[in-house]
């Protein structure tokens, strides 16, 4: 559950893009079944008008997520294109963002830049991610 509101400022700093939806690559497993899946739901998907700082109205699709991600499971690359704000609502997860390994904390908020690639590995128990992205339309 989320626990701490998303702060749309912070979304600003990304430069978006549109490309499309990839899908989840599970590695070290057999592509997800029923019993051991990824299941996204979808709270927002729309385009919203933004402010820029020099006075400019700029638009872009704002997606608000939530990733179930089963235990052990392991995805080479989180397939939600854009600039990511994700928040840990629960489980264990270990990220590798451009290389950079590191082992996130309940509640815990991180960014993945725009052209980033982010792989996810689930502890041993579910895990549920929060995203907010943002692209270009």
Do not use: C, H
């Amino acid at each position: 559950m989320l626990r701490s509101p998303y702060l749309l400022g912070s979304l600003l700093a990304g430069i978006m893009t549109g490309a499309p939806l990839r899908t989840a690559q599970v590695v070290g497993r057999t592509p997800p079944s029923s019993a051991d899946s990824v299941t996204v739901r979808k709270y927002f998907d729309g385009m919203v008008s933004l402010l820029t700082k020099d006075g400019k109205t700029k638009t872009v699709r704002l997606v608000r997520q939530q990733w179930a991600l089963n235990g052990g499971l392991k995805l080479a690359q989180f397939p939600q294109p854009g600039f990511l704000v994700v928040q840990l609502g629960a489980g264990s997860v270990t990220t590798v963002i451009d290389g950079k390994r590191k082992e996130r904390q309940d509640d815990e908020f991180w960014t993945v830049p725009l052209g980033s690639v982010m792989a996810v590995e689930i502890g041993r128990e579910q895990a549920v991610l929060e995203v907010l992205a943002i692209t270009d339309r």
